[in-house]
């Protein structure tokens, strides 16, 4: 591999020269300039990332961490923030913490080990509180909607609440009154909010609300299909039900299917996050948008603000939701 001497040697100049062509420092002529870089060009030289990052304090580097990128809605963030970052020439550096405290600290460790520039976090457990990060106060932090919402980083959230009262309202329009919710796991905020805005859209439309049909999930396949299965074994169960997100819709269907129940012939289902699985259901699933490519490009656009404006107020952005209407909801039999 060709070193800076290389690159001076083959060109006849100082190693300062090809330093001061490569980094723009001072004027050298166009005529040295050229033949520096034919040298480059022919020797295949690449400068050390490692050397820049020392000399400038920065790596070009983000650090993500998110709780698994197995999950399609976290997949599909992380597909905006790689691809924003491709845009602006940084690199990034993806950490699963599958809910467990130690891989987190692991990762967090091996980050700042490798100097990233900040990091972007969406990762579900909440829990853990802002104090594991307590221990790193210097490190540029971004929330892209998911984690601990006490912490002093800037966050961008869904807005949850006008997503589950949008989710409602449409079967609502479609004519339900008997309408159900499985919710994600209460306590976190993602839930509270969905089932915040079913309860808002329910009270408005002067629609009672029947505990019985509101069974909590956890955001996963298998919560969802076992929640589904829960509700079906009520004395009475409602014509349409808003489903926390489209993981735990895509369980609903396949406990309904189980059932012989047909939707949405004889129910109506709405999802959250309209993955892109949502498309190729059978039926297809409506749901409701988040942008999850948008959410991270501005997730890596925020992070960035944040590294060259450290002092500057904590933002808190938030995305908008709509309501995407497929096969999966219809009018009552």
């Known amino acids: ?194 089932l915040a805005g079913f309860r808002a859209a329910m009270a408005t439309a002067g629609l009672p609300i029947r505990p019985e049909w509101i069974v909590e999930g956890d955001f996963e396949l298998a919560g969802g299909s076992s929640a589904m299965a829960a509700l079906l074994t009520r004395p009475e169960r409602p014509t349409a039900v808003f489903v926390g997100n489209d993981m735990m819709a895509v369980g609903a269907l396949r406990a309904l299917a189980d059932a012989g129940i047909s939707v949405p012939a004889q129910m109506s289902l709405v999802g959250y996050d309209n993955i892109e699985l949502a498309h190729y259901l059978v039926p297809a699933l409506t749901s409701i948008e988040q942008p999850k490519a948008g959410l991270g490009a501005l997730a890596v656009d925020t992070l960035l603000a944040r590294i060259k404006a450290p002092d500057t107020p904590r933002q808190v952005l938030t995305l908008t939701p709509e309501l995407v209407v497929r096969d999966s909801s219809r009018t009552p039999a």
């Open 1 to 194: 591999m060709a070193t800076i001497k290389d690159v001076a040697r083959h060109a006849q100049v100082s190693t300062s020269t090809v330093s001061h062509v490569l980094n723009k420092t001072r004027f050298v002529s166009p005529e040295i300039t050229a033949r520096v870089q034919q040298a480059i060009d022919e020797l295949h030289y690449a400068p050390s990332a490692l050397a820049r990052s020392l000399k400038s304090n920065e790596t070009r580097t983000l650090g993500m961490l998110v709780t698994s990128s197995a999950n399609p809605f976290f997949a599909e963030v992380v597909q905006g923030v790689e691809q924003r970052c491709f845009e602006l020439g940084y690199s990034l550096v993806l950490c699963n913490t599958r809910d467990d405290k130690q891989r987190l600290n692991a990762s967090m460790e091996m980050l700042l080990q490798k100097r990233v520039d900040g990091i972007i976090l969406m990762y579900t457990q909440a829990h853990l509180g802002a104090e594991v990060f307590d221990r790193y106060p210097s490190v540029p932090l971004v929330l892209a909607d998911w984690g601990p919402m006490d912490m002093e980083a800037d966050l961008i959230q869904d807005c949850g609440e006008q997503g589950g009262r949008l989710a409602t309202e449409h079967l609502i329009h479609l004519g339900h009154r008997d309408i159900g919710c499985i919710t994600g796991p209460l306590g976190k905020r993602a839930a509270d909010e969905r």
